[in-house]
């Protein structure tokens, strides 16, 4: 789709500013926060004092052609949102007691550079470490100002456990193929469709734990499939619960939480063994086919659908039409991750694209990489790092993919431990002096076991916390807290995938900061030499950035601007022939072996297995039975809403709280009865961990042995100070989830995957000091007991 409709170049004209009556309009791209990870392309109306007004969506965008959500339709709700953080604050009580002080950006400045340079000095760099959560346009600087600022290697997703975020699948995804990929909906080229002469619609789309249209996730704008659907493609849903996409899908499965792997093998079971692989993409192109053959023979159908609660005939059908269809594509998401062989889960996934030959071709999986090149991820800035500080990254001495580069940060899990005890993953002193929270929530959303992690941070002598509101964390944990810009304050460019494409500043909102405005200063004083003096704004930084790529079209925002604020690279389909993707230009995929790696190499050298496999997660009712006679639901958490992004949106007076007034879990009729709990009724959720409560809410197309929760919540209109902290322990399913129980890879944590018991919320047992935010910060708190896992394998190990 191209600036070709009269009507649309009316409205909407190829500019970068015009104005409509008294409002000045301003194309730019919303990209969080608050959001979500897509950067969709939108207009933004300001007035006369620069103030948000509405938002529209852009038609004249290849992207996301108009479409916007209702996120970024209520955006001038929380833009505009008087308990926004407007000036930085300095905590003057204890921590928990919200008692704050501001301070100007200039004092805030010094209590940083105070703290860095004191924590440097005495325990060196490494005593620092920066964490993110999700969203915002904040990668590259968390990154930057870690490395070039601060000088210390550590930097990881927010106490996600085994780094449960996409990570898993990237990962997986480069030792497999030595690139990312995605589902072809034809989004890489800006003549999309049936305009682009060389796509292809795919015949079947795979749907693996994601409700696409819902969650969006990823840079991968759900809408796109509804779009392949027009076009005639058919789904295949894997997926514990219906969702609406779901439900118009050719083959719906509806497995057990944490079975994926399984669900995996046994698919590839029946391809193989029906001999309905690609022979000419397996013998030019894939490493270890014959082992992955052998493997698969553990995992019949039979006894994989026992594992996975689904029918045998249902497996089998599904696994032949997507073989069969041509082509075919995988679209998966964090469900993938979130067991505690989440790499395991991804490899077997990984197998299935490849022995079917739907790898870098049109409408299949396509290899990717960041729009003209642009590093903006994790490692930004690492080369400012001394010369041995990655070795020293938290997690590289225990896990090897850490270690050796497969993703560029820390393993989250270690970082708690080094919180709790002082030391690293062998035992060795390595205290942690410093947290820089940016674009998290933890105890709320991000952290498993949130208390653990509450009481981890009593250890940590300075925090500081970079957000848009006064969070949970915030209050219960920080030192510091400065405010940050939100989208139409920011000037960038987002480049997670093509097309690049350029945020434009339109607003102020008090004292609010862009964090590269936040990075930039800190880094003219920490460390000068690593700052051209010509950098001062997000916009020179960006430009900067920019000229140093050499694959970038355009050497400076301005100039995206002016070419309408969007640019495509040039995209091509099987890279692998072309010699695309190897350093020597070969043919074949950036591996050890040059080969796309069923059976991976790298594994198999580190004493890991090479072959993807299944086992139970820590407590299932097969491998735990007797836990599971107190706790005899499987409990899966994280379930999306349109209303929310994680922990975002939840302000009382706002159009998401209108509409979602309160946490909701999903429960089977059948069962809410067994246990006597009514639709709408405030139900107690418990198992060994813990206990968080949320308001039931009936749905027949779940297992009635399976139950499903609403993460990221809390409620800023409640008491902020301790022990309420906006309530956020009391709703939190994360009360219930384990940290530090992950696979061998370090990725992974059976976040989707655990168990509980459900009871009805009464007078009698819902006392204030009954309450799990009381208990967890002024009674006993939870974790009693942790995870209760073991290491004793159950009836459905199957791996040799």
Request: charge should be negative; include cysteine; hydrophobic fraction near 35%.
């Amino acid at each position: 789709m191209e600036y070709n409709n009269e009507y649309n170049l009316d409205l909407y004209p190829k500019k970068l500013h015009w104005k409509e009556g008294d409002l000045t309009a301003t194309r730019t791209t919303m990209w969080s926060g608050p959001g979500c990870h897509e950067g969709c392309q939108v207009i933004f109306y300001t007035d006369e004092d620069g103030k948000l007004v509405k938002v529209e969506g852009d038609p004249n965008s290849p992207f996301n052609q108009g479409r916007l959500c209702m996120r970024c339709l209520e955006l001038p709700e929380l833009v505009n949102h008087e308990s926004r953080l407007k000036y930085p604050l300095k905590r003057v009580g204890e921590r928990g007691e919200d008692k704050w002080e501001r301070i100007s950006w200039d004092e805030a400045y010094d209590i940083i550079c105070e703290n860095v340079r004191k924590f440097q000095e005495t325990d060196g760099p490494e005593s620092i470490i920066s964490m993110i959560g999700t969203g915002r346009n904040v990668s590259q600087v968390i990154a930057h100002n870690q490395y070039a600022n601060f000088g210390g290697p550590d930097l990881t997703l927010c106490f996600l456990s085994g780094d449960s975020c996409m990570l898993p699948r990237t990962a997986l995804c480069y030792v497999v193929m030595g690139n990312q990929w995605v589902a072809d909906m034809s989004q890489f080229r800006e003549t999309r469709y049936e305009d682009d002469p060389e796509w292809v619609v795919p015949e079947c789309i795979v749907l693996w734990g994601t409700n696409p249209v819902v969650c969006n996730s990823d840079a991968f704008l759900g809408h796109w499939i509804v779009e392949c659907m027009k076009r005639g493609s058919e789904l295949l849903s894997i997926d514990p619960q219906l969702t609406w996409i779901g439900s118009k899908a050719k083959y719906w499965l509806r497995l057990r939480p944490g079975t994926d792997a399984a669900l995996a093998l046994g698919m590839l079971n029946v391809i193989i063994n029906e001999d309905l692989y690609d022979h000419e993409f397996v013998e030019k192109w894939c490493f270890g086919f014959e082992d992955l053959r052998e493997r698969v023979q553990e995992y019949p159908p039979e006894k994989v659908a026992e594992i996975c609660w689904i029918d045998k005939d249902l497996l089998v059908e599904a696994s032949r039409w997507y073989a069969q269809a041509k082509p075919s594509t995988i679209q998966w998401g964090l469900a993938v991750d979130m067991s505690k062989i989440g790499t395991q889960t991804a490899l077997g996934i990984a197998c299935l694209a490849g022995i079917t030959g739907n790898i870098d071709n049109p409408g299949g999986n396509i290899l990717i990489d960041q729009a003209g090149g642009l590093e903006f991820g994790y490692n930004s800035g690492i080369e400012y790092l001394k010369e041995g500080m990655v070795q020293k990254r938290l997690g590289n001495s225990k896990y090897n993919l850490k270690k050796y580069g497969f993703t560029a940060s820390s393993q989250s899990d270690c970082i708690l431990e080094a919180c709790e005890t002082g030391k690293d993953e062998n035992g060795n002193p390595r205290p942690v002096n410093m947290l820089w929270i940016q674009s998290s929530n933890p105890i709320t959303n991000m952290g498993q076991d949130a208390p653990r992690i509450y009481r981890a941070m009593r250890n940590v002598p300075f925090i500081c916390v970079i957000d848009m509101f006064k969070t949970p964390f915030a209050v219960a944990c920080a030192d510091l807290v400065l405010p940050c810009a939100m989208s139409n304050e920011r000037d960038c460019v987002r480049v997670w995938f093509d097309p690049i494409r350029s945020l434009t500043k339109c607003g102020q909102y008090y004292e609010a900061k862009e964090d590269e405005q936040i990075m930039i200063d800190l880094g003219h004083r920490l460390n000068p030499d690593a700052w051209p003096e010509w950098v001062q704004t997000p916009r020179d930084y960006m430009n900067w950035r920019m000229q140093t790529a050499p694959d970038c079209r355009y050497d400076s925002m301005e100039e995206l601007e002016e070419a309408g604020g969007w640019h495509y690279h040039d995209f091509r389909y099987y890279k692998h022939e072309k010699g695309l993707l190897r350093s020597d230009g070969q043919p074949g995929f950036n591996t050890v072996t040059g080969l796309y790696e069923l059976s991976v190499t790298l594994f198999d050298a580190w004493g890991d297995d090479p072959l993807p496999f299944y086992e139970e997660p820590p407590t299932s009712p097969y491998r735990t039975p007797e836990l599971c006679e107190e706790y005899p639901l499987v409990l899966t958490t994280g379930k999306r809403s349109f209303e929310f992004f994680h922990s975002e949106w939840r302000q009382a007076d706002t159009t998401s709280r209108e509409l979602h007034p309160v946490p909701y879990f999903d429960i089977h009729p059948d069962t809410a009865a067994k246990y006597g709990v009514a639709e709408g009724q405030w139900t107690w959720i418990e198992n060994q961990m813990g206990k968080c409560r949320q308001v039931a809410r009936f749905d027949s197309t779940l297992d009635p042995r399976v139950i499903s929760t609403e993460h990221g919540w809390w409620f800023p209109e409640q008491e902020a100070a301790e022990p309420s902290l906006f309530g956020v322990f009391n709703c939190n399913p994360n009360n219930l989830i384990p940290q530090c129980e992950n696979g061998e890879s370090g990725y992974g944590a059976p976040i989707k995957c655990s168990i509980a018991k459900v009871y009805p919320c009464t007078p009698e047992n819902s006392a204030p000091e009954d309450q799990p935010s009381f208990q967890v910060t002024r009674g006993s708190g939870y974790s009693h007991g942790e995870s209760h896992a073991t290491d004793t394998p159950s009836f459905y190990d199957m791996r040799k």
